[in-house]
T-cell receptor
């Protein structure tokens, strides 16, 4: 069945470091792909998305490219800030309704 | 500003009690979802609803039921709460149509069953 594998955390970085969180998935067809972020004490919110192969989603300095050949959607940011400390979830859609499958989440802590 | 609200942020119930978790959205969305979030497991879908009075089982429906009598409200019911249902419960809504529409989440209800 459909599944998603996300880099396990926790990840601890210093401010201004480069961030990569790996995400690969198995799915039927070419689903839309999403990254959600959960800040402490809050619900999830959409960070970025890509709807077809080679699309690049971007928001708040984060980027992820839809790689059909490797079925991957890795999240990157060139220079992280303390305010980026949160849990990040990779979530491909599945089926005709596009309901989401969530990865287990990667907790990021950024130290000043 | 779009909003999904959940009736309680924290809830403590006893084993065997019937528990109602309420979710309300103000965006006129057709689709609504209930997830539970557990450390190391991510989010898992319990039930979803495509429209009023419609419901579909998700990946882990056992021990839960749902009700959707009005478009804006989606209730999750634990018929007889058990300690293994201690978890964070998240509600979400989404506009019907394209599969790239995003889901909007509520702040969550942390339920403890003792």
């Amino acid at each position: 069945g459909d599944s998603v594998t996300q880099m396990e955390g926790p990840v601890t970085l210093s401010e201004e470091a480069f961030l990569t969180i790996n995400c690969t998935y198995t799915a039927t067809g070419y689903p839309s792909l999403f990254w959600y972020v959960q800040y402490p004490g809050e619900g999830l919110q959409l960070l970025l998305k890509a709807t077809k192969a080679d699309d690049k989603g971007s928001n708040k300095g984060f980027e992820a490219t839809y790689r059909k050949e490797t079925t991957s959607f890795h999240l990157e940011k060139g220079s992280v800030q303390v305010s980026d400390s949160a849990v990040y979830f990779c979530a491909p859609g599945r089926g005709s309704q596009g309901n989401l499958i969530f990865g287990k989440g990667t907790k990021l802590s950024v130290k000043p | 500003d779009v909003k999904v609200t959940q009736s309680s942020r924290y809830l403590v119930k006893r084993t065997g009690e019937k528990v109602f978790l309420e979710c309300v959205q103000d965006m006129d969305h057709e689709n609504m979802f209930w997830y539970r979030q557990d450390p190391g497991l991510g989010l898992r879908l319990i039930y979803f609803s495509y429209d009023v009075k419609m419901k579909e089982k998700g990946d882990i429906p056992e021990g839960y039921s749902v009700s959707r009598e009005k478009k804006e409200r989606f209730s999750l019911i634990l018929e007889s709460a058990s300690t293994n249902q201690t978890s964070m419960y998240l509600c979400a809504s989404r506009r019907q149509g394209a599969t790239y529409y995003e889901q909007y989440f509520g702040p969550g209800t942390r339920l403890t069953v003792t």
